[in-house]
């Protein structure tokens, strides 16, 4: 193996001084001219020369690295969220480490407590367990962290999240629009976090006209739901899921069982994600503003003073949910 490229390597190319090469690798502390600093770069180029980003941040204390704790990181609600989030830090010159906390309160703790260990800059928290405020570890630390999707709703670490409310209220009134009199929820196997909220608003909105039901986080537990209850004719006319993943489960289910969509079932998703667009029929969604709320989550682990405003989940209408 050949050895690895240092800054003397790039000095003696360049013909200056080690610590011309550190100023001009760091941006700092002292200026350089410019036509010495091209020369620098142009030799860093021609060996090959990678800067030691363990050794700068040793003396920097900054990492350039921002821990980032998904839910669930195979749910594509989270995938699309952290695709968002890793292009949002870029913007901040900042690379981003992922976590898969597979809805445990136990692991997302052990989590944050790895990555403060492996001295990240900052902290986005997409919590699995929004009782346990395990930003809590990220303060003591002198480490900035911001909740987003789900967190504590009080405390000192801020929040990001969309309007779900509204989200709710505009399906249940889209599919009466329709002429659906009584309407389902498919919620989880609890009520905690954003589909507890979710699970709250439809109960208002629908007076209580319509089933619960309930089945895990995933396509395969809502089809094996749908195909039990179509075999006792029990399957709901109108239905809001609470994730996608659950809604594409409701209709993978329902044409296994024959029933069409929408005609025997109609059926609204609270999500959003990217393939809500791609199935059969095409799924109608609350679609969450994804982007601006990774945007939002990264400039408030910089900025404490940035500003936090409401951000809405406008209804998607495809075929699901009867529409052209």
Request: charged content about 20%; glycine content about 10%.
């Given at each position: 193996?050949?050895?690895?490229?240092?800054?003397?390597d790039?000095?003696?190319r360049?013909?200056t001084?080690?610590?011309?090469?550190?100023?001009v690798?760091?941006?700092?502390?002292?200026?350089?001219?410019?036509?010495?600093?091209e020369?620098?770069?142009?030799?860093?180029?021609?060996?090959g020369?990678?800067?030691?980003?363990i050794?700068r941040?040793?003396?920097?204390?900054?990492?350039?690295?921002?821990?980032?704790?998904?839910a669930d990181?195979?749910?594509?609600y989270?995938?699309?969220l952290?695709?968002?989030?890793?292009?949002?830090?870029?913007?901040h010159?900042?690379?981003m480490?992922?976590?898969?906390a597979?809805?445990?309160?136990e692991?997302q703790?052990?989590?944050?407590?790895?990555?403060?260990?492996?001295?990240?800059?900052g902290?986005?928290?997409?919590s699995?367990?929004?009782?346990?405020?395990?930003?809590?570890?990220?303060?003591?630390a002198?480490?900035p962290?911001?909740?987003?999707h789900?967190?504590?709703?009080?405390g000192?670490?801020?929040?990001?999240?969309?309007?779900?409310?509204?989200?709710?209220?505009?399906?249940?009134?889209?599919l009466?629009?329709?002429g659906?009199?009584?309407?389902?929820?498919?919620?989880?196997?609890?009520?905690?976090?954003?589909?507890?909220r979710?699970?709250?608003?439809?109960?208002?909105?629908?007076?209580?006209?319509?089933?619960?039901?309930?089945?895990?986080?995933?396509?395969?537990?809502?089809?094996?739901?749908?195909?039990?209850?179509a075999?006792?004719?029990a399957?709901?006319?109108a239905?809001?899921?609470?994730?996608?993943?659950?809604?594409?489960?409701?209709?993978?289910?329902?044409?296994?069982?024959?029933l069409?969509?929408?005609?025997?079932?109609?059926?609204?998703?609270?999500?959003?994600?990217p393939?809500?667009?791609h199935?059969?029929?095409?799924?109608?969604v609350?679609?969450?503003?994804?982007?601006?709320?990774?945007?939002?989550?990264?400039?408030?682990?910089?900025?404490?003073?940035?500003?936090?405003p409401?951000?809405?989940?406008?209804?998607?209408?495809r075929?699901?949910c009867?529409?052209?």
């Amino acid at each position: 193996m050949s050895r690895q490229i240092t800054v003397a390597d790039v000095a003696r190319r360049a013909g200056t001084s080690t610590a011309v090469v550190s100023y001009v690798m760091n941006d700092g502390p002292r200026p350089v001219a410019a036509a010495t600093r091209e020369r620098v770069l142009a030799a860093a180029r021609e060996l090959g020369y990678r800067p030691n980003r363990i050794a700068r941040a040793l003396r920097s204390r900054i990492t350039g690295v921002v821990g980032l704790v998904l839910a669930d990181a195979l749910n594509p609600y989270f995938g699309a969220l952290a695709g968002h989030v890793e292009q949002a830090l870029a913007g901040h010159g900042r690379l981003m480490l992922i976590g898969n906390a597979g809805y445990s309160g136990e692991r997302q703790r052990h989590l944050v407590e790895r990555f403060l260990d492996a001295r990240v800059d900052g902290l986005v928290i997409a919590s699995a367990e929004a009782d346990d405020d395990v930003a809590a570890l990220a303060r003591t630390a002198g480490v900035p962290a911001v909740y987003l999707h789900n967190g504590p709703a009080a405390g000192p670490t801020p929040l990001v999240t969309a309007d779900n409310e509204r989200a709710v209220r505009e399906a249940v009134a889209h599919l009466r629009a329709h002429g659906h009199r009584d309407v389902a929820f498919l919620a989880g196997p609890q009520d905690t976090g954003p589909v507890g909220r979710r699970r709250e608003v439809w109960q208002e909105a629908t007076g209580g006209r319509g089933a619960l039901l309930r089945s895990a986080y995933s396509r395969a537990a809502a089809d094996t739901l749908i195909r039990t209850l179509a075999a006792r004719d029990a399957v709901p006319h109108a239905l809001i899921a609470a994730t996608d993943e659950q809604a594409i489960g409701v209709l993978s289910g329902a044409c296994a069982a024959g029933l069409p969509v929408p005609r025997r079932v109609a059926v609204i998703g609270l999500d959003g994600t990217p393939d809500s667009a791609h199935t059969a029929p095409s799924l109608t969604v609350a679609g969450q503003p994804l982007e601006p709320m990774a945007r939002q989550a990264v400039d408030l682990l910089f900025d404490s003073t940035a500003t936090a405003p409401s951000l809405g989940a406008a209804l998607v209408t495809r075929r699901s949910c009867g529409c052209d």
